[in-house]
């Protein structure tokens, strides 16, 4: 007696593997860009975070590098992440610069912003524009 597979039965394995092979892959490339774009969200959180410690400790106004710790700018900041400030802009460099924020992180980001600045503080609510987070690893 020859020992063996037949051809029928290599067809039915690879049947089944092409069958299994549709239904995992596309949810595993769903799985793949959906940790792309958390990562991305939480690196936009981290650089909101480092803004926000760069101003509280500085006092100094990223618009017009004066030194400005009173009561409209700095160290006040409440639970909806307003920030005692009306209209200043910070460019990534300055926070990698500074130590506040990790340069694999600025590296990871790309602002598109005309001034190079993408952390934007307008009427005391601190965004993040013209800022993409790629993650090709």
Request: charged residues 25%; aromatic residues 6%.
């Amino acid at each position: 007696m020859k020992k063996g597979f037949t051809l029928v039965e290599l067809l039915a394995v690879i049947a089944i593997v092409a069958v299994l092979a549709v239904f995992i892959v596309p949810n595993v490339l769903k799985t793949f860009k959906s940790s792309k774009e958390g990562l991305s969200r939480i690196q936009k959180e981290q650089i909101l975070n480092a803004a926000t410690m760069y101003i509280n400790d500085t006092c100094i106004n990223p618009i017009s590098d004066e030194y400005e710790c009173d009561s409209s700018w700095g160290s006040t900041k409440d639970v909806n992440g307003v920030i005692g400030v009306d209209d200043a802009r910070i460019r990534l460099d300055t926070l990698v610069e500074f130590g506040y924020l990790d340069s694999q992180i600025a590296d990871n980001c790309v602002c598109e912003a005309q001034d190079g600045a993408c952390i934007n503080i307008k009427r005391g609510i601190m965004s993040i524009d013209d800022l993409n987070c790629n993650f090709n690893n």
